[in-house]
């Protein structure tokens, strides 16, 4: 912790010193916010902004958002007053012209491929990209990429003065797509970084369903594929493969949580509240976990039956004695601030869920297409609700792994930004 605290002040005080360019403030890019409905894909923002505010005080940042509707916007100003928010094409005329570097927010893929390709083409500045997942399949991970997006986006990291993935898989992929940009290393995602709270509407929550701080544990269904043609105000069309899946694999998937439901409650005095990380997961978590749990075991299972924002979600992970399930981006918020979390996964998904792995979290990570890690779901779930100590103190030598990479990656930031 000493060591932690005197790299980061020291880094602070060699901003400080560095002299502005023409007497002005240091400005730059941040390229993110992706959509907003889901708050694994709302973290990435107020987790990168985070990293900046603490390693970067001096510097002027700029967010080019793709998405900050449904109170995202309000919510992000609130934690970062000083945000400017670039929301017209003069806006970002003008970012172009007044910022220095543009970097690339955490994410899923090269999300904002086009716009640093514009930026480099039109500026001639630097840019750099931070904790992302690379692959060889599309954003959706539905279809192999074609070689000509896959050598424009090798490219792009090579034209980077650093790049940073959040998985070693996606590392190593990049080095032997030919990624040779001097700087390419692996970097925790932005996502850890979290610290957005709504303390109010998380308490009120709690105290609504007698959920004590410590006393509960936190569960995320999912499906294989999201599906998005669930919700109006994505326009996706009904992708009967994907929803073939899903149905086929559910039963498959979420049957080790609800069993690992049912143990906590006969075996501990813990409670589970069943939450949502996207906005589709409140119907899954009803059908697939709640209505088909045993009646004796409802009575201590809280269903959250509506969406909530990524500071209330936190403010709630916090009071929970830990998280499991089959999302990605609430374990990493967990993890972030000190809750243990146990992440299942598949392998319609990305290499994402490998950066747990790398962090030193392999015992909490499972392979939902191995019977053999199926088999340890429950057990595992089990120990960390009657040893929450120990569940604890893995988590945080997790944490103090992660909060070394952030020092050494923004150093590299603020060196070239």
Known sequence: MNRRHFLTTSIAATLSSLPAQEGKPRRIILRSSWQT????????????????????????????PSKVDNGVEEMLMKRFP????????????????????????????????????KWAKETSK????????????????????TDGVLSKTIQIFNDAKFVYFRDSVSLELAKKKGCTCPITAFCPEGSFAVDL???????????????????FLCCIPRYRYTPYWMLTEKHAAFDEKKNARNEEMKEHDLAPLREAIIAVIKETKMKVLVCPEDATQMAIGKEMLVDKLPEDVKARIVWRPNYWLTDEALSTYVKSAGLFGAEMH?????????????????????????????????????????????????????????????????????LEFIHQQQIETMAVVAKNA
């Open 37 to 64: 409905v889901n708050i694994g894909d709302i973290a990435h923002t107020p987790g990168v902004l985070h990293l900046l505010e603490q390693h970067l005080p001096d510097v002027e940042v700029r967010l080019w």
């Open 82 to 117: 000083k945000l400017k928010i670039l929301k017209t094409p003069e806006d970002i005329r003008t970012a172009f012209t007044e910022c220095d570097f543009l970097l690339h927010g955490s994410g899923p893929s090269l999300v904002g491929a086009k716009d640093v390709m």
């Open 126 to 145: 630097p840019y750099g990209i931070y904790s992302i997942t690379f692959s060889e399949t599309d954003s959706a991970a539905t279809k192999p990429a």
């Open 197 to 215: 709270r709504n303390d109010d509407a998380a308490a009120a929550f709690l105290k609504e369903h007698d959920l004590e701080e410590g006393k």
């Open 330 to 398: 609430s374990p990493i918020m967990c993890i972030g601030n000190g809750i243990p979390a146990i992440v299942c996964r598949w392998k319609e998904q990305t290499s994402k869920g490998l950066m747990w792995r790398d962090i030193g979290l392999g015992e909490w990570l499972f392979d939902m297409d191995i019977p053999e890690e199926v088999e340890r779901i429950v057990p595992a779930v089990v120990a960390m609700a009657k040893d929450p100590a120990a569940a604890k103190a893995k988590a945080a030598k997790a």
